[in-house]
């Protein structure tokens, strides 16, 4: 039983503790740039169109193109950070019932409670269903590293038997729980650190790739081979110039998964010291940071570097033995760009591949760690909101005596993370279905706050036109055409592209039916309205 001062601790809420520094850093946390590179890669590289052919050449478009709706939507996050500073843990909850509440026409007041309940779903899809992939991505590292030295998976293969995968899955999200619980100063200390390491790691990356391909040490092919076999880009402009519309579009569903967390900082705002002008700032600094630098440059250079000296060993579906080369190996590697580093430490820098290769694997654990973090912090935090405007179970809204965290939500969080992270190790079909099912909550969650900032800025003084309609308008058009994509993937793409779409349409109809259930169950206990008169 808490004693008096941990009972205070826990009615008095949390503490306003964090800078612009502590805010932009926890958003950073959430997009580490080099554990992107490393887990995605090989996603991006995997997809294939409606014709069966990769998507992966127009891989770097689609990142771009993905950095367009991100900072369309980041403004209009920051915006209403500015307007709503105290949001505090309710983040686009939050911003959904006041721009409805401060309007003068009584009529608006009715849509708030249905607005907010959008939002919230929304946010749990996306929040919620994010660790788990983190968790199924560090299960994979591991299997990675432990491949590294030799461990086989039981069928000869290079990583670690399923049923260890999924021990690691489940102690590695205990992990993270145990940290989220003692508070997020402990946790900005710990990101701080991961991202300096991350930043670094990826420097050393984007330097080595560009150099390798410039000096070609072992008379590396770039473009394509004799027999015509596409394995790498050929020129400079083959990865800046998308080759096809739909396969930017493609690739820019997984992308996303990239870039999300700068709207993390809007959470924050009950633990910032002047959230109103931390907030707003650390929303666009964390993605300037991240994306606009970090990643346009690692998977420029990642690109650049991809040719037919890039080998995996594998096979095919009747079982004979297959040599991929090129983008192929990226795409039925565990890790390519574990296999690229390693491959540029042996050619140019005398033999230190494999050292590389597991200190580079070590320093994505620990930005997997970060990102991982970082987002339950985020995800209990919304849940936390909701519960205390009983809109969520109760249970959600418990704070620890001690340090003053939504500890129940936490460790409900862990379970879930646990549970799809052990689903998520099975194959990668299933692994690409969660993320895209994470990304369609943001996709619809990011549209959500596009509308809400037309909506709020509406009749105030401060209105800019610019800002406040044209910036959310074209975020909300990008991030609809994103849903669009996602829904054209589950039922015309055919294909692993098609079971990946189904999965994540299943996980966010199931999520619909359970939100669905629960406000109707809690609005007749509660005798309340959805739609209130004015």
Not at 273 to 291: A, D, M, T, Y
Not at 347 to 363: K, Q
Not at 434 to 449: E, P, R
Request: hydrophobic share 50%; glycine share 12%; net charge neutral.
């Amino acid at each position: 039983m808490a004693n008096a001062s941990e009972q205070d601790v826990a009615d008095s809420g949390p503490k306003r503790t964090l800078g612009l520094t502590g805010v932009t850093i926890n958003a950073m946390a959430l997009i580490a740039p080099g554990a992107f590179l490393w887990i995605t890669f090989q996603l991006q590289a995997a997809q294939s169109g409606p014709d069966g052919s990769t998507t992966g050449f127009d891989m770097w478009q689609g990142m771009v193109f993905a950095l367009i709706i991100a900072f369309l939507t980041a403004l209009s996050y920051s915006q209403m950070a500015k307007i709503y500073p105290e949001a505090g843990y309710g983040s686009a909850y939050y911003f959904a019932e006041k721009t409805f509440l401060d309007k003068e026409e009584s009529q608006h007041h009715r849509w708030a409670r249905g607005s907010k309940l959008v939002t919230g779903w929304a946010a749990h899809l996306f929040y919620w269903v994010y660790p788990g992939v983190m968790v199924t991505f560090m299960a994979i590292l591991v299997s990675y590293i432990a491949g590294l030295f030799g461990a086989t998976d039981g069928s000869g293969n290079p990583g670690l038997p399923l049923v260890v995968n999924i021990g690691v899955a489940i102690l590695f999200a205990l992990g993270v729980g145990f940290v989220a619980v003692r508070g997020i100063n402990g946790s900005t200390l710990t990101n701080l650190i991961i991202n300096v390491v991350q930043l670094t790691s990826l420097v050393v990356f984007s330097a080595l790739a560009i150099i390798y391909r410039l000096k070609n040490p072992d008379g590396a092919t770039f473009g394509a081979l004799a027999d015509g076999t596409q394995v790498g880009h050929a020129t400079v402009g083959s990865i800046l110039i998308p080759h096809s519309l739909s396969s930017v579009l493609f690739q820019s569903t997984l992308a996303i998964l990239i870039l999300v967390g700068f709207e993390s900082c809007t959470a924050l705002g009950a633990e910032a010291k002047n959230p109103k002008h931390s907030v707003p700032r650390g929303v666009l600094l964390s993605l300037i940071i991240q994306g606009l630098f970090a990643y346009v440059i690692g998977y420029f250079a990642a690109n650049f570097a991809v040719s037919d000296k890039l080998v995996v060993q594998g096979t095919d579906a009747s079982g004979a033995a297959v040599t991929y080369v090129g983008m192929a190996a990226a795409a039925h590697s565990q890790a390519p760009v574990g296999d690229m580093i390693r491959l540029f430490g042996d050619t140019l820098l005398g033999g230190i591949g494999f050292g590389l290769a597991v200190t580079m694997a070590i320093t994505v654990a620990l930005a997997i760690f970060g990102t991982t973090l970082s987002c339950i912090n985020t995800a209990v935090r919304v849940s936390y909101a909701m519960a205390k405007d009983q809109e969520m179970p109760e249970i959600l809204g418990l704070m620890h005596g001690r340090f003053a965290t939504p500890s129940a939500a936490t460790w409900m969080l862990v379970g879930i993370s646990a549970l799809i992270g052990a689903v998520g190790v099975y194959s990668i079909v299933t692994q690409t279905g969660l993320g895209i099912a994470s990304n369609l909550g943001t996709f619809i969650l990011y549209g959500l706050i596009c509308i809400w900032t037309i909506i709020a800025f509406n009749g105030r003084p401060d209105r800019n036109i610019f800002l406040h309609v044209i910036i959310p308008v074209l975020g909300l058009l990008t991030n609809v055409l994103m849903v669009i994509t996602i829904f054209y993937l589950a039922f015309a793409a055919g294909g692993d592209s098609s079971k990946e779409g189904y999965i994540a349409l299943g996980v966010a109809a199931a999520w619909a039916i359970v939100s669905i259930v629960y406000i109707v169950i809690n609005t007749g206990r509660r005798q309340r309205v959805l739609l209130p008169a004015p």
